[in-house]
């Protein structure tokens, strides 16, 4: 599918520095996106999947802003999530967030995915917490792309002209 649309996919495994190194390299791209994560298809299974994704956005991030460096990225735009975490899943949100702010580039701290192809098909499973439905956060990251480097909030109440939360 990603074909059809024009996008040319690549395959990789993001604990591979080198070969991630090589793939982003092979690019030359001026702006990389950071989508990472480790999640379980389950959200059942969520509690389970904790550890992978703190390692995704400890280290994969880290794997993926020297490969960005490496290959002369002027920017990079990455994902993280707008609700309070705690633990080992808090300290790899501040790393992860940290890490592309020292690059110079954004967060975009994602509520909660609703709708088709997520843990939530309805707003309403998952009252308590900032949330977005899919599509809106899909349309909000290319308005994105051009944002000077910040951390900013992606959900429902937010506004769309971006302004900063830190």
């Known amino acids: 599918m990603l074909a059809e649309l024009g996008a040319e996919p690549v395959v990789c495994d993001v604990f ?14 001026d702006l ?37 460096r490496a290959a002369g990225a002027e920017r990079v735009l990455a994902q993280s999530v707008a609700w309070e975490m705690s633990g080992e899943g808090k300290s790899a949100k501040e790393f992860l967030e940290q ?3 020292e690059f110079g580039g954004v967060v975009l701290r994602y509520g909660q995915f609703y ?8 707003a309403a499973d998952y009252p308590e917490s900032p949330r977005i439905h899919v599509d809106e956060a899909a349309a909000r990251t290319v308005l994105a792309l051009d944002l000077r480097t ?13 302004e900063p939360v830190q």
Do not use: C, K, W
């Open 16 to 29: 591979d520095a080198a070969a991630l190194e090589r793939a982003v390299r092979a690019f030359e791209p």
């Open 32 to 68: 990389v996106m950071h989508q990472l994560t480790d999640l379980p298809d389950s959200s059942a299974d969520l509690a389970a999947g904790r550890a992978a994704n703190a390692r995704m956005r400890r280290e994969g991030t880290a794997n993926l802003l020297a490969a960005a």
């Open 99 to 101: 890490s592309v702010l």
């Open 115 to 122: 709708g088709p192809g997520t843990y939530y098909p309805d």
């Open 150 to 162: 910040g951390i900013y909030a992606v959900t429902d109440d937010g506004a769309t002209d971006f």
